[in-house]
């Protein structure tokens, strides 16, 4: 049977949507149906490499464009909340790059938009469509690694220039927004082996030089039901790239050497009492598990773990961070008069 391919409208010519929407649709055999940017010139030479089928005015008219049934988000953090609203309410299913907005407030309203628009939402955390956190899952599950007791995720990366949009507090920059959302994602996700959600213990964080509230890194404690103690940490301002998840169980451990990009690094690393063994998962884009199963969700109504519930809890975890670390929570940004 011929699944009918996705109709995909871009928000933005960013440098991430290659990866993130243009090969995993080429690969799954859908359609990029428009892009729209601020910058005609950029959306026309974004359509011309990558097979896009028009260029759309503005992104409200994007968003209008009836022959579109899936907006892709990839604009800069303050720019997620209020265009993903206006794509829910444009009766459009929403495929968002995290978090889905910039605070809880501004999450809970786009939570509610998805309810009363009857379409989908799904915030971008395509490392857990992998098989490589697939594994670390199942190791869990088979009692290989004993119970959990601690998890470690680090998600650090060199310094973006300061003139990039990610250290501006006004668009909902920081390192936790950018990076660490991640690594709070990834432990929410072991509730099912925990005996239950982590709580926050507590958090500390660093500053940005030249810019005011914008963390360049912050750690969390996290502590699970049952008893297991949970490290979120990230860095964007760090030596080098590292994007690491390590469990600990009463009978060994394993760590994936890189989960956010395991198109890069593919590697679970587990060590026991009978010795440490590699175990490589394969290096297709996680992007690519992410969207086939966003349509298989669409098309055939296969499950589908992320969607707006995980969304708002994501968001109001990471506020938590924040207050705890002594930051404010991101701002709101004003939907611009014009798209």
Same mark, same amino acid.
């Given at each position: 049977?011929?699944?009918?391919?996705?109709?995909?409208?871009?928000?933005?010519?960013?440098?991430?949507?290659?990866?993130?929407?243009?090969?995993?649709?080429?690969?799954?055999?859908?359609? $990029?149906?428009?892009?729209?940017?601020?910058?005609?010139?950029?959306?026309?030479?974004?359509?011309?490499?990558?097979?896009?089928?028009?260029?759309?005015?503005?992104?409200?008219?994007?968003?209008?464009?009836?022959?579109?049934?899936?907006?892709?988000?990839?604009?800069?953090?303050?720019?997620?909340?209020?265009?993903?609203?206006?794509?829910?309410?444009?009766?459009?299913?929403?495929?968002?790059?995290?978090?889905?907005?910039?605070?809880?407030?501004?999450?809970?309203?786009?939570?509610?938009?998805?309810?009363?628009?009857?379409?989908?939402?799904?915030?971008?955390?395509?490392? $857990?469509?992998?098989?490589?956190?697939?594994?670390?899952?199942?190791?869990?599950?088979?009692?290989? $690694?004993?119970?959990?007791?601690?998890?470690?995720?680090?998600?650090?990366?060199?310094?973006?220039?300061?003139?990039?949009?990610?250290?501006? $507090?006004?668009?909902?920059?920081?390192?936790?927004?950018?990076?660490?959302?991640?690594?709070?994602?990834?432990?929410?996700?072991?509730?099912?082996?925990?005996?239950?959600?982590?709580?926050?213990?507590?958090?500390?964080?660093?500053?940005?030089?030249?810019?005011?509230?914008?963390?360049?890194?912050?750690?969390?404690?996290?502590?699970?039901?049952?008893?297991?103690?949970?490290?979120?940490?990230?860095?964007?301002?760090?030596?080098?790239?590292?994007?690491?998840?390590?469990?600990?169980?009463?009978?060994?451990?394993?760590?994936?050497?890189?989960?956010?990009?395991?198109?890069?690094?593919?590697?679970?690393?587990?060590?026991?009492?009978?010795?440490?063994?590699?175990?490589?998962?394969?290096?297709?884009?996680?992007?690519?598990?992410? =969207?086939?199963?966003?349509?298989?969700?669409?098309?055939?109504?296969?499950?589908?773990?992320?969607?707006?519930?995980?969304?708002?809890?994501?968001?109001? =975890?990471?506020?938590?961070?924040?207050?705890?670390?002594?930051?404010?929570?991101?701002?709101?940004?004003?939907?611009?008069?014009?798209?």
């Amino acid at each position: 049977m011929t699944v009918e391919p996705l109709r995909i409208g871009v928000l933005g010519a960013a440098r991430i949507a290659e990866l993130s929407i243009v090969g995993p649709a080429r690969a799954g055999g859908h359609r $990029l149906v428009a892009v729209a940017a601020r910058d005609r010139g950029r959306a026309e030479a974004f359509a011309t490499a990558h097979g896009v089928e028009r260029v759309a005015c503005s992104y409200a008219d994007l968003v209008a464009d009836p022959e579109i049934e899936v907006v892709y988000n990839p604009l800069a953090n303050g720019l997620h909340g209020p265009w993903n609203l206006a794509a829910l309410r444009a009766g459009k299913h929403v495929l968002t790059e995290k978090p889905s907005a910039s605070n809880a407030e501004e999450a809970a309203e786009v939570h509610v938009a998805a309810a009363k628009a009857g379409t989908v939402l799904m915030e971008g955390f395509h490392y $857990l469509f992998h098989p490589v956190t697939r594994r670390l899952h199942e190791l869990l599950d088979s009692g290989e $690694l004993g119970e959990l007791r601690h998890v470690e995720a680090m998600v650090a990366m060199p310094a973006p220039p300061d003139s990039d949009v990610r250290w501006s $507090l006004p668009l909902a920059g920081g390192a936790l927004m950018d990076l660490g959302c991640y690594s709070l994602h990834a432990l929410r996700m072991l509730a099912p082996w925990a005996g239950g959600a982590p709580r926050l213990v507590g958090a500390r964080g660093g500053e940005r030089a030249g810019a005011p509230g914008v963390d360049e890194w912050l750690y969390a404690d996290l502590e699970f039901p049952g008893g297991a103690t949970g490290s979120a940490r990230c860095h964007m301002a760090y030596d080098e790239w590292q994007m690491s998840c390590r469990l600990v169980g009463t009978r060994g451990e394993a760590t994936a050497m890189n989960f956010v990009q395991p198109h890069l690094d593919d590697r679970v690393v587990v060590r026991t009492a009978d010795g440490e063994r590699t175990e490589e998962l394969g290096r297709r884009s996680s992007y690519t598990y992410q =969207l086939d199963a966003f349509a298989a969700h669409l098309r055939e109504h296969a499950p589908l773990v992320l969607g707006e519930d995980d969304a708002l809890a994501t968001m109001r =975890l990471i506020d938590d961070c924040y207050q705890a670390a002594g930051f404010p929570v991101r701002p709101r940004t004003a939907l611009p008069a014009t798209g």
